[in-house]
């Protein structure tokens, strides 16, 4: 996770250090600034420009930004670049003193919550939440999919999922996907012999999916796309054969967790365009890499004389996750080949 840090006091600068540290050594990737005048505690970096340019700089590029401060600071420096709870980061503020670690943006979608008590427990300090299904220990949707690396279709219905649960109303599910917990409090397992309860979840890669009148759906992003091309290929190409073939197989684009090829293709226009543009991680391996998967793979000669290895779309897409399914075999158009593996998943609530 990318963390950035601020303190401005010599109190609060020794505890960022402190925290600074303890980040680092879980894994993390953190940045801490501080305006004091005074020697400066390990970890810590002069923060030179005005605060607001700094958050500017960093706010949609980190995971968390954390303020040692008042609370007044934090907010101030903040509000002219929040734009959507499922896009700014998590914001926490910690008093100088370490006694209240407080969750002030992007509890749920952010991680911040976990991350406040995560810190709270670390500096033994007291975590304040505010957010309702927390409070009330209820089922929070967003919290949920975000954990479970799934994609909210409509973030109005999730919050009517936390209002409805607030008022007890019981909450339909489906899921095209094995469920291996028990369901939270007021969520109820639709099963296809019943009337299905007015408004409900869907666990689903087919965001056309309505087994409620009104359906909220979870896509979990659990394809890997396999990818191979002649070289220049526009990405309209590519882009039209991804879409029809997902279609066809009533799989949500927003399924797809990453794009895989050959490292020939690594620096090709039109498979970079078209990730950029859905904002899809881009991996690519070497034909030996490739060619050294087994299984029954769609073999082609003139593939093979030009990358070295005999398919490049079914077998890039394994690599990436070699325990999942080959669901979608080797389709071709216009230049452009691809194939779909879907990873092995299984819900769990708790």
Same mark, same amino acid.
């Given at each position: 996770?990318?963390?950035?840090?601020?303190?401005?006091?010599p109190?609060?600068?020794?505890l960022?250090?402190?925290?600074?540290?303890?980040?680092?050594n879980?894994?993390n990737?953190?940045t801490?600034?501080?305006?004091?005048?005074?020697?400066?505690?390990?970890?810590l970096?002069?923060?030179?420009?005005?605060?607001?340019?700094?958050?500017?700089?960093?706010?949609?590029?980190?995971?968390?930004?954390?303020?040692?401060?008042?609370c007044?600071?934090?907010v101030?420096?903040?509000a002219?670049?929040?734009?959507?709870?499922?896009?700014d980061?998590?914001?926490?503020?910690?008093?100088?003193?370490?006694?209240y670690?407080?969750?002030?943006?992007?509890?749920?979608?952010?991680?911040g919550?976990?991350?406040?008590?995560q810190?709270?427990?670390?500096?033994?300090?007291t975590?304040?939440?505010?957010?309702?299904?927390?409070?009330?220990?209820?089922?929070?949707?967003?919290?949920?999919?975000t954990k479970?690396?799934?994609?909210?279709?409509?973030?109005?219905?999730? #919050? @009517?999922?936390? !209002?409805?649960? %607030?008022?007890?109303k +019981?909450?339909? &599910?489906? *899921?095209?996907?094995?469920?291996?917990?028990?369901?939270?409090d007021?969520?109820?397992?639709?099963?296809?012999?019943?009337t299905?309860?007015p408004?409900?979840?869907?666990?689903?890669?087919?965001?056309?999916?309505?087994?409620?009148?009104?359906?909220l759906?979870?896509?979990?992003?659990?394809?890997?796309l396999?990818?191979?091309?002649?070289?220049?290929?526009?990405?309209?190409?590519?882009?039209?054969?991804?879409?029809?073939?997902?279609?066809?197989?009533?799989?949500?684009?927003h399924?797809? #967790? @990453?794009?895989a !090829?050959?490292? %020939?293709?690594?620096? +090709?226009?039109g &498979?970079? *365009?078209?990730?950029?543009?859905?904002?899809?991680?881009?991996?690519?391996?070497?034909?030996?890499?490739?060619a050294?998967?087994?299984?029954?793979?769609?073999p082609?000669?003139?593939?093979?004389?030009?990358t070295?290895v005999?398919?490049?779309?079914?077998?890039?897409?394994?690599?990436?996750?070699?325990?999942?399914?080959l669901?979608?075999?080797k389709?071709?158009?216009?230049?452009?080949?691809?194939?779909?593996?879907?990873?092995d998943?299984?819900?769990?609530?708790?």
């Open positions: 996770m990318r963390y950035v840090l601020f303190s401005f006091t109190n609060a600068s020794t960022c250090s402190e925290l600074h540290k303890n980040l680092v879980n894994s990737d953190c801490s600034y501080t305006t004091i005048k005074s020697q400066l505690p390990p970890n970096t002069k923060l030179n420009l005005p605060l607001k340019e700094q958050i500017k700089v960093i706010f949609h590029n980190v995971d968390a930004i954390i303020f040692v401060s008042a007044a600071i934090a101030r420096s903040i002219p670049f929040l734009e959507s709870k499922t896009t980061p998590a914001v926490i503020v910690i008093d100088e003193l370490g006694q670690v407080i969750s002030l943006l992007s509890g749920h979608i952010g991680g919550n976990e991350l406040t008590k810190i709270a427990d670390f500096i033994g300090a975590p304040i939440i505010s957010t309702a299904t927390d409070l009330n220990h209820l089922f929070a949707v967003d919290v949920f999919a479970n690396n799934m994609y909210i279709d409509d973030m109005n219905l999730a #919050k @009517q999922v936390s !209002s409805d649960l %607030l008022n007890h +019981e909450i339909g &599910l489906t *899921s095209d996907f094995p469920v291996k917990s028990p369901l939270p007021h969520l109820r397992m639709q099963s296809p012999d019943e299905s309860l408004f409900g979840i869907a666990i689903t890669l087919d965001d056309k999916k309505y087994p409620f009148e009104v359906t759906r979870l896509i979990p992003k659990i394809i890997t396999g990818i191979g091309c002649k070289k220049g290929t526009p990405m309209e190409d590519i882009e039209f054969l991804i879409l029809h073939t997902l279609a066809k197989h009533h799989i949500s684009l399924a797809i #967790k @990453q794009i !090829s050959i490292d %020939l293709k690594s620096s +090709e226009e &498979l970079l *365009s078209f990730c950029e543009k859905y904002h899809l991680p881009y991996i690519t391996n070497t034909s030996a890499e490739l050294s998967l087994e299984g029954d793979f769609t082609s000669t003139f593939v093979k004389s030009v070295g005999d398919n490049v779309c079914e077998r890039a897409a394994l690599y990436q996750d070699p325990e999942g399914s669901i979608i075999r389709t071709v158009r216009n230049g452009v080949t691809i194939a779909v593996v879907l990873a998943y299984i819900i769990k609530f708790f």
